[in-house]
């Protein structure tokens, strides 16, 4: 079964990248977020960020109309989920918010919908079990920016059903990602490769060997990385990796152990491009390097 009506839970950085998607896609889609402020800011973001697309040439106008159409921002969870077919978590990494969430939305949509995380890092099958529904619970693990980046890792826990992983499958061949499946395991691939490489990363900054870009450029030019390991952890958001690698330290022992470094720079309100400075300063727009 194809979906027709997606609801998204979260209007963060992830949730609205997301959001604008499965629009563009051609799926009915329902934004959510309790923080009318942030529903607003979500909107004018996609509608933003729908506009330079049409200027560069990358989509008609009359598309850029209709993925507009087909996005509801809405401030109550109900309202989000009635007739939803699949529903994408997309709230901060914190197990017991994301039960609590999910466990609401259980009894607000049809029996056959799939509940899905966008977790990086948290067990798939712990929520699935604790929400008492795990053969239609999974992980679809989406990179930042979503209406960008190709890569969807869709995580299969250990209740999942086969149904799930198949309709998970073809909603990524819809949206025009390219799937991986894998078992529900800490960090499962790509956040496990991804953070064991930026903090080695922080590290190397921490003992001076080199300055950022330095560091970044050794991974963007010598192993032909997009974007090296500082910069696309000041996108992703310095308190985003601390708490991956403080999942990771303590589900997979000492390779995992926050740096003192990104400690300190979260402690300072250095979170990354969200709040203007991390490893490097983004308030220009632009990232520039620091010292």
């Known amino acids: 079964m194809s979906f027709q009506r997606v609801a998204v839970l979260g209007a963060g950085t992830m949730g609205r990248g997301i959001a604008q998607l499965c629009?563009?896609?051609?799926?009915?889609?329902?934004?959510?977020?309790?923080?009318?402020?942030?529903?607003?800011?979500?909107?004018?973001?996609?509608?933003?960020?729908?506009?330079?697309?049409?200027?560069?040439?990358?989509?008609?106008?009359?598309?850029q109309h209709a993925a507009l159409?087909?996005?509801?921002?809405?401030?109550e969870l109900d309202e989000a989920c009635?007739?939803?077919?699949?529903?994408?978590?997309?709230?901060?990494?914190?197990?017991?918010?994301?039960?609590?969430?999910?466990?609401?939305?259980?009894?607000?949509?049809?029996?056959?919908?799939?509940?899905?995380?966008?977790?990086?890092?948290?067990?798939?099958?712990?929520?699935?079990?604790?929400?008492?529904?795990p053969a239609r619970?999974?992980?679809?693990?989406?990179?930042?920016?979503?209406?960008?980046?190709?890569?969807?890792?869709?995580?299969?826990?250990?209740?999942?059903?086969?149904?799930?992983?198949?309709?998970?499958?073809g909603f990524a061949q819809r949206l025009g990602k390219e799937p991986i499946v894998v078992r529900d395991f800490p960090g499962f691939a790509s956040s496990r490769l991804g953070v064991?490489?930026?903090?080695?990363?922080?590290?190397?900054?921490?003992?001076?060997?080199?300055?950022?870009?330095?560091?970044?450029?050794?991974?963007?030019?010598?192993?032909?990385?997009?974007m090296g390991p500082l910069k696309l952890t000041d996108l992703v958001g310095l308190d985003v990796r601390l708490a991956i690698l403080e999942h990771l330290h303590r589900e997979l022992g000492e390779p995992f152990r926050p740096p003192a470094l990104l400690r300190q720079l979260v402690r300072a309100g250095r979170l990354g491009k969200k709040s203007g400075r991390g490893f490097y300063d983004w308030s220009s727009g632009q990232p520039r390097s620091i010292g």
């Not at 966008?118 to 712990?126: K, Q, R």
């Not at 990363?201 to 560091?215: C, F, H, K, P, Y």
């Open 196 to 226: 064991a490489l930026g903090a080695e990363a922080i590290r190397m900054l921490e003992q001076g060997v080199a300055s950022a870009e330095d560091i970044d450029r050794a991974m963007e030019l010598g192993y032909r990385h997009p």
């Open 23 to 63: 629009a563009q896609a051609g799926l009915e889609l329902r934004l959510y977020d309790p923080s009318a402020e942030q529903l607003t800011q979500a909107h004018a973001s996609i509608q933003g960020q729908l506009a330079r697309l049409v200027e560069k040439g990358k989509l008609p106008a009359a598309e």
């Open 82 to 133: 009635a007739g939803a077919e699949l529903v994408i978590e997309a709230a901060p990494e914190v197990m017991e918010l994301k039960v609590s969430l999910l466990s609401q939305v259980l009894r607000l949509v049809p029996s056959e919908a799939l509940l899905a995380s966008n977790t990086s890092s948290l067990s798939v099958t712990e929520l699935g079990q604790r929400l008492g529904a």
């Open 69 to 75: 159409e087909r996005l509801r921002p809405a401030a």
């Open 137 to 169: 619970t999974l992980g679809l693990h989406f990179f930042n920016p979503p209406p960008v980046m190709p890569l969807l890792e869709i995580v299969r826990g250990v209740g999942t059903s086969e149904d799930a992983v198949e309709r998970a499958l």
